[in-house]
């Protein structure tokens, strides 16, 4: 029998919080319920969680400095914030600080779960990809381990950060579509994720500085290209 997979539920909210939780587990997960972002950091910490769904607005310490503090010590783990305020740039700090999904207040329980579901695929699929090694110029990334070394500067990549710089490996100095590559990271080429990946592209740009002959440029209404001098796979 396959292992239920672990939630760290954080919400301040009693009532919806039980809800939450009751509805998780009738789902097949297991869901850790906290009212504050201090206990779910401790139970996070002690715990092996597979997700965090984290809302932004609790008492002792707010969604995301509880993601922060999450991805201090876990850059992979799957975070989604509940937020009450579909405000721009609550989402973009969100997606900012490395989360991988967002739902507004009110929402409904099978949307929640909907959004677990694509991102533990997701997940699941990526460890399935056979590439696990690129050669872009001077640097080396690694799509298991996300990592990108250079010279002896090892910088270690979020999971969006590496899905997309693998999706660009994969389409060098060619245009990688920006709907394609939405799609298949964020599921949804809503605005607000076409925003979170433009971060996420700046970010990308910041680690491959060390090699001027890479660059990441944008193409007017279609995408982005990665322009590399060579890419080598090993599988």
Request: net charge neutral.
């Amino acid at each position: 029998m396959e292992e239920r997979l672990r939630i760290l539920l954080c919400e301040d909210d009693e009532n919806l919080g039980m809800l939450l939780r009751e509805y998780l587990q009738a789902k097949g997960f297991n869901a850790d319920l906290f009212a504050d972002g201090e206990s779910g950091y401790k139970a996070f910490l002690k715990g092996k969680y597979d997700l965090c769904v984290l809302d932004v607005m609790m008492p002792k310490k707010d969604g995301f400095a509880l993601a922060t503090e999450i991805r201090t010590v876990n850059s992979e783990v799957p975070i989604i914030f509940l937020t009450a305020k579909s405000i721009k740039e609550d989402i973009l700090e969100g997606f900012k600080i490395g989360a991988d999904d967002y739902i507004t207040k009110p929402f409904s329980m099978e949307e929640l779960v909907f959004r677990i579901e694509a991102i533990l695929r997701r997940v699941k699929g990526k460890k399935g990809k056979e590439i696990t090694m690129y050669k872009i110029g001077k640097f080396t990334f690694d799509t298991q381990k996300q990592v990108l070394m250079v010279d002896d500067k090892v910088t270690k990549l979020t999971t969006k950060e590496s899905e997309l710089l693998s999706l660009l490996c994969a389409h060098v100095n060619e245009i990688l579509e920006r709907n394609f590559a939405l799609k298949t990271i964020w599921i949804d080429d809503s605005y607000f994720n076409a925003r979170s990946m433009d971060v996420y592209i700046t970010k990308l740009r910041k680690h491959l500085r060390d090699d001027p002959s890479i660059k990441i440029i944008n193409i007017h209404g279609k995408g982005y290209k990665l322009i590399a001098p060579e890419v080598e796979t090993k599988k």
